[in-house]
């Protein structure tokens, strides 16, 4: 069964499953992406592909991966593993409490040093309080 296509106009859009090949911007990996199992539809007459909601979130989690940054997720979990909320992990980091918000959303991407720091709390979660006692001493 074929769909109407948004782009072209013409009834050839197709459900594809299978192995997708994701292409990277240049900046970020020359090596496409290979996702397993994917749900995509394609059109046959222009080409165009829209891409099935999970394939998209495989992709973007694949995105922080090869940037070396945490996920969306993992930045989430580090945070309830300290027993905070989101107002009270922005303080702790020192970043505005919307900033915070959109990086446990996916909203936008964390910077490398934000990463680190979120990192160095995972691994060490009286890292925060050891430095605010530092500054005040
Ligand atoms: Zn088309």
């Known amino acids: 069964m074929s769909l109407q296509c948004a782009s072209c106009g013409n009834v050839t859009m197709v459900d594809q499953h299978g192995d997708y090949s994701y292409r990277w911007p240049e900046e970020l990996s020359r090596k496409p992406s290979v ?22 979130e495989r992709i973007e989690i694949k995105r922080y991966k090869i940037a070396g940054l945490l996920t969306p ?12 909320t989101q107002v009270q992990m922005a303080r702790q980091l020192g970043v ?36 605010e006692q530092s500054r005040r001493s």
């Open 96 to 131: 505005g409490d919307k900033s915070y918000t959109r990086w446990e959303n996916g909203l936008s991407i964390q910077s490398k040093a934000i990463d680190t720091l979120i990192r160095a709390v995972i691994l060490f979660p009286d890292v925060l309080t050891a430095v």
């Open 35 to 56: 996702f397993r199992g994917a749900d995509w539809r394609e059109c046959r007459n222009c080409g165009v592909v829209l891409l099935s909601p999970s394939l998209i």
């Open 73 to 84: 997720a993992e930045v989430k979990a580090a945070r309830t593993r300290l027993g905070l």
